[in-house]
């Protein structure tokens, strides 16, 4: 099990969380000028690094606010946790 | 060419104490060149290889596989076998597999200890029931047996689950296919490898793709922990790494991979002969020839590459499990571990070409590839062998998210998605 630290609420068990997927995905700010493409690779595609990965949290059981994780997703270890609209910690992708 | 098994062969070898059974495929260094190259020795590579060396002719072929055979999801699985898909498309490939598995041992000459034992769905609410009487009606227009059971018709094919009215997952009904059940799921990946390698094919364990040689957006081969290999066609079948191998190649793929857990229980005797699944409460469990009862779990929301998966999930099954068969409660469960399942937006695979040429790719097969395994691999090596798709195969393109024709089967388990 997996022990997360909300930074308001501090280390919690993993089951009051839920994970709402990969982090800094940018809706594109004029979608009708997209190619289908590109919509499709906004809407479905995403990095599923085995590595550190950048990913949204949600404390539902708790203070249900969001923020963001970076975790190894082959270890589970969890590496960061910082706020929303935030960089990545460790400077990879956008 | 490996010898035939037949009670002939067995009596031989039974006066010879088993001293003299052959290796079931050889164990050969790879080739610098083949023709093709299918990288991942789990079911489905497997099956495409032999697919590949049976109907299209083409030997000249490696299976490359990190680890060892059907080590990954292939024995993983829970091992069940259904092909009550709601939509056209997923009718056509999963009941093209159902029918390969129903001959496969004679196929394979290799018991695949395929037990068509039924399938039961079960529903729990109204809108269970009423999406069950869809699901079987649109199944049955498909040519693909299934039917709609009353909860009283439910209790007499399956005398310990709990129907009582005041049950806390009270069961109102469900739906049966009768041609479903289990299979033997090592034998499906040694089967294959035996028949495969008589074909000629080279199976090379141990041997970890680390990168995807392209020419002007053409694969010319693939970079490995044992040497170079040179090929004129790739074909990738690795589910959970499905994304790296991609990264490797450089285009991005709409799938994510997850921890799926299943778990056994200590053997007892005969007492479930058949298959119970129930979406609403989440549980899938089935008896083994051992008597182990192997029970499946759901996926862990978040990604991960780990093979083990979240306490909670397990504990979530469980319990709704113990609800449905009370009988159950004292069992002690054995073992538990978890496979890396490739999950897709719409729950459907995608099994076709990539944006590289002469590279394909057969993945996103979630939380339920096992069943598909002969199809999909028929249907792979068809393409890779045309470098065009089946029918069967062409609506799971890669291309369908960007046209927006994506193939929803999120109900199509109940479970697990």
Same mark, same amino acid.
């Not at chain 2, 080590?71 to 009941?95: F, K, P, V």
């Not at chain 2, 970890?208 to 693939?222: A, K, M, P, Q, S």
């Given at each position: 099990m997996l022990l997360i630290t909300c930074p308001w609420c501090g280390p919690r068990d993993e089951i009051e969380f839920s994970c709402g997927g990969?982090?800094?995905?940018?809706?594109?700010?004029?979608?009708?000028?997209?190619?289908?493409?590109?919509?499709?690779?906004?809407?479905?595609?995403?990095?599923?690094?085995?590595?550190?990965?950048?990913?949204?949290?949600?404390?539902?059981?708790?203070?249900?606010?969001?923020?963001?994780?970076?975790?190894?997703?082959?270890?589970?270890?969890?590496?960061?946790v910082y706020e929303m609209g935030k960089p990545r910690p460790d400077g990879e992708g956008s | 060419m490996a010898a035939r098994y037949s009670i002939v062969s067995l009596v031989r070898n039974a006066f010879g104490y088993h001293e003299g059974w052959q290796r079931a495929w050889r164990s050969p260094d790879p080739k610098e060149r083949y023709h093709v190259v299918v990288i991942g020795g789990g079911g489905h590579g497997l099956a495409t290889a032999y697919y590949l060396a049976k109907e299209h002719g083409v030997t000249d072929i490696?299976?490359?596989?990190?680890?060892?055979?059907?080590?990954?999801?292939?024995?993983?699985?829970?091992?069940?076998?259904?092909?009550?898909?709601?939509?056209?498309?997923?009718?056509?490939?999963?009941?093209?597999?159902?029918?390969?598995?129903?001959?496969?041992?004679?196929?394979?000459n290799f018991n695949i200890m395929l037990s068509q034992r039924g399938v039961l769905n079960l529903a729990h609410n109204l809108h269970d029931l009423r999406e069950i009487s869809r699901r079987v009606n649109a199944i049955r227009l498909n040519g693909i047996d299934s039917e709609v059971l009353s909860a009283e018709e439910i209790k007499a094919m399956v005398p310990i689950l709990n129907i009582s009215p005041g049950a806390r997952y009270p069961v109102l009904g469900g739906s049966l296919q009768r041609r479903g059940g289990v299979a033997r799921h090592d034998?499906?990946?040694?089967?294959?490898a035996r028949a495969a390698d008589a074909?000629?094919?080279? #199976?090379?364990?141990?041997?970890? /793709?680390?990168?995807?040689?392209?020419?002007? &957006?053409?694969? *010319?081969?693939?970079?490995?922990?044992?040497?170079?290999?040179?090929?004129?066609?790739?074909?990738?079948?690795?589910?959970?790494?499905?994304?790296?191998?991609?990264?490797?190649?450089?285009f991005r793929m709409p799938v994510e991979s997850h921890p799926l857990q299943a778990l056994v229980s200590e053997p007892i005797k005969p007492i479930l002969d058949?298959?119970?699944m129930s979406g609403t409460v989440h549980v899938y469990v089935s008896q083994s020839d051992r008597g182990e009862l192997v029970m499946g779990a759901?996926?862990?929301?978040?990604?991960?590459?780990?093979?083990?998966?979240?306490?909670p999930v397990i504990e979530h099954m469980v319990a709704a499990a113990m609800e449905l068969f009370p009988i159950f409660s004292r069992l002690r469960m054995m073992r538990q571990w978890g496979?890396?399942?490739?999950?897709?937006?719409?729950?459907?695979? #995608?099994?076709?070409?990539?944006? /590289?040429?002469?590279?394909?790719?057969?993945? &996103?097969?979630? *939380?339920g590839g096992f069943k598909a395994t002969p199809g999909s691999g028929w249907v792979f090596a068809h393409t890779i062998a045309r470098g065009e798709p089946h029918p069967l195969n062409a609506p799971f393109s890669l291309d369908r998210f960007a046209a927006g024709k994506l193939i929803d089967e999120h109900g199509a388990a109940g479970v697990a998605h």
């Open positions: 990969e982090a800094h995905i940018t809706r594109p700010s004029e979608p009708e000028a997209l190619t289908d493409e590109a919509w499709a690779d906004y809407l479905f595609n995403r990095t599923n690094p085995k590595g550190p990965h950048a990913e949204r949290w949600v404390h539902t059981h708790g203070c249900r606010r969001w923020f963001n994780v970076l975790r190894n997703t082959a270890t589970n270890e969890i590496l960061a | 490696a299976v490359i596989e990190r680890g060892w055979l059907g080590g990954g999801n292939t024995g993983r699985n829970t091992t069940i076998i259904r092909s009550n898909y709601l939509w056209d498309e997923s009718a056509g490939i999963y009941e093209k597999a159902l029918q390969l598995y129903e001959g496969l041992s004679q196929d394979l034998a499906v990946a040694w089967g294959l074909r000629g094919v080279d #199976i090379v364990q141990n041997c970890e /793709v680390t990168d995807i040689l392209r020419e002007g &957006g053409r694969v *010319t081969g693939v970079e490995t922990t044992r040497g170079t290999i040179m090929a004129d066609k790739v074909g990738i079948v690795v589910a959970g790494h499905s994304s790296v191998l991609a990264a490797m190649a450089g058949t298959v119970v759901g996926i862990d929301g978040h990604n991960g590459y780990t093979q083990r998966g979240s306490l496979g890396i399942v490739d999950v897709c937006p719409d729950a459907s695979p #995608i099994i076709g070409k990539t944006p /590289v040429e002469n590279l394909f790719i057969n993945c &996103g097969w979630g *939380t």
